[in-house]
C-alpha cells in the first residue's frame, strides 16, 4: 500500500456520461497530481493541486477537470465521455512541489462503451 | 520530440540472466532522474532517485547509472526473475519547472520487460 488510495478500482460507463475519480493523497502530503495513461502510453500529465490551489495544468481537455478539497483529497470529473478516454488514471502525491517523496497510487481503470 | 526517450521499448530475457535498460534525456537543467517500475495496471512505483551530482544508485538487484554529461541512465537488473516482468520508467525532473511551481516530472514510455522460465 502506497499511501495514496484511489477510488473506484474500476469503472465502466457510456459515451456521453459524467464520471468522477477519487484521490486521497498520502498523510502529510499537501501536492496531489493527476496522469492519464492510455494503452501502452506514456504517463501523460493531467494537472496539479498544491494545497487546494491549481498550480500547474498539462494535457488536460475542457471536457476534464478538477478540484482538491480542504481535506486535501481531490476529484477528476470527466464529463461527455467518449471512447478515446479508456484509460488508466493515476493519481500521485508529494509533500512539497513534487521533488521527492512522489508517489503514485493503485490508479482508476475507466472503460468507456 | 519527447525529452525522455527510452530504449528497447520491449525486451525478452531469461529468469536468471542480467539486463540493462537505457535512457536518454534533453530535460536539462534538472534535479534528479528516477527509474520506476510499473506492474501491468499497478500504479508506478520508485525504484532509484539519482541527484546530478551522482553516478550510481542501487536497490537491492537495480543498479542506476547517470552520466550527466551525455545525459544518459542506465538500469541494470541482475539475476533477473519472473516477478522483474513490468515496464520499467525513466523519469527526469526538471530543475527550472519545479522551481517556478509546476510539475517537475517528465516520463518515458517506458521498456517492457519480459522475464520467462
Known amino acids: 500500500d502506497s499511501g495514496v488510495t484511489q477510488t473506484p478500482k474500476h469503472l465502466i460507463t457510456a459515451t456521453g456520461q459524467r464520471v468522477t475519480l477519487r484521490c486521497s493523497p498520502r498523510?502529510?502530503?499537501?501536492?496531489v497530481y493527476w496522469y492519464q495513461q492510455s494503452l501502452d502510453q506514456g504517463l501523460q500529465f493531467l494537472i496539479q493541486?498544491?494545497?487546494?490551489?491549481?498550480?500547474a495544468k498539462g494535457n488536460i481537455l475542457e471536457r476534464f477537470s478538477a478540484q482538491q478539497f480542504p481535506d486535501l483529497h481531490s476529484e477528476l470529473n470527466l464529463s461527455s465521455l467518449e471512447l478515446g478516454d479508456s484509460a488508466l488514471y493515476f493519481c500521485?502525491?508529494?509533500?512539497?512541489?513534487?521533488?521527492?517523496?512522489?508517489?503514485f497510487g493503485s490508479g482508476t481503470r475507466l472503460t468507456v462503451v | 520530440k519527447n525529452q525522455v526517450e527510452q530504449s528497447p521499448q520491449s525486451l525478452i530475457i531469461l529468469e536468471g540472466k542480467n539486463c540493462t535498460l537505457q535512457?536518454?534525456?534533453?530535460?536539462?537543467?534538472?534535479?534528479?532522474l528516477r527509474w520506476y517500475k510499473q506492474d501491468t495496471g499497478r500504479g508506478p512505483v520508485s525504484l532509484t532517485i539519482?541527484?546530478?551530482?551522482?553516478n550510481t544508485k542501487s536497490n537491492g538487484r537495480y543498479t542506476a547509472t547517470l552520466d550527466a554529461d551525455t545525459k544518459q541512465s542506465s538500469l541494470h537488473i541482475t539475476a533477473s526473475q519472473l516477478s522483474d516482468s513490468a515496464s520499467y520508467i525513466c523519469?527526469?525532473?526538471?530543475?527550472?519547472?519545479?522551481?517556478?511551481?509546476?510539475?517537475?516530472?517528465?516520463f518515458g514510455k517506458g521498456t517492457r520487460l519480459s522475464v520467462i522460465a
Open positions: 500521485a502525491s508529494s509533500p512539497g512541489r513534487g521533488r521527492r517523496g512522489y508517489t
Open positions: 498523510s502529510g502530503d499537501l501536492s
Open positions: 493541486y498544491y494545497n487546494g490551489e491549481e498550480r
Open positions: 535512457c536518454n534525456y534533453t530535460v536539462s537543467p534538472f534535479s534528479n
Open positions: 539519482m541527484t546530478f551530482s551522482e
Open positions: 523519469v527526469v525532473a526538471d530543475r527550472v519547472l519545479g522551481n517556478s511551481g509546476n510539475t517537475p516530472l517528465v
